[in-house]
């Protein structure tokens, strides 16, 4: 096993990414805690996220998400943390990973795909309810207003898609150990 480093490491990207499925590889492999955000908000209210985007309508969704990764960036024990694709629309968001990057407590690697790749694992995506209408604009849409934040945040891009899952989680451990010399 990979010896942690007192740095968290953050996955973003749009959906289809592959966050939650590499972060719960990687984490496996470095014997991290796994946090997922989606997966946060669903524990914390007890509704799937498509409920919460149905029920309460996007904003509350995206206060619980931000309170999620709040949450998560805040444990002392370095884990590894699947940040949702939309957690990069608020500033304040932003702001929470990029003092975190700056600081050293978190490495930040984007997720990087073409939008076609990206559709193609999508579609059977039921905690996405901005896919519903019309898939492929919606991720263009995302992809355009998106990219530059990711891009901003990211200390390290993997890009995914010729990649096997195992060589993405390799790379991705890869910028774990990379930073363990330096914290
Ligand atoms: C969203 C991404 C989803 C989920 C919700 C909204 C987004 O998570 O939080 O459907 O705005 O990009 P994943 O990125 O894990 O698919």
Redesign the pocket.
Do not use: N
């Given at each position: 096993m990979n010896q942690p480093s007192s740095t968290h490491l953050v996955l973003i990207g749009?959906?289809g990414s592959g966050?939650?499925t590499i972060g719960r590889r990687v984490a496996a492999q470095t014997g991290r805690h796994f946090y997922d955000t989606?997966a946060m908000v669903e524990a914390d209210c007890g509704l799937k996220?498509r409920q919460i985007f149905a029920q309460w309508g996007e904003p509350e969704f995206r206060r619980l998400?931000h309170i999620a990764l709040i949450t998560a960036l805040a444990v002392k024990e370095p884990g590894v943390i699947?940040a949702?694709?939309?957690v990069v629309l608020s500033d304040q968001n932003r702001e929470a990973l990029q003092t975190a990057r700056d600081e050293g407590r978190a490495r930040i690697v984007w997720l990087k795909a073409q939008t076609a790749t990206l559709l193609s694992r999508v579609q059977n995506?039921v905690?996405?309810?901005?896919l519903d209408a019309n898939p492929a604009v919606a991720m263009q849409a995302?992809h355009d207003q998106r990219t530059q934040w990711y891009q901003d945040l990211a200390t390290a891009v993997v890009s995914t898609d010729e990649l096997s899952a195992s060589r993405v989680v390799a790379a991705v451990v890869s910028v774990i150990n990379e930073g363990s010399s330096h914290v």
């Open positions: 749009l959906m966050k939650t989606d996220v998400e699947a949702a694709g939309g995506g905690h996405r309810p901005l995302m």
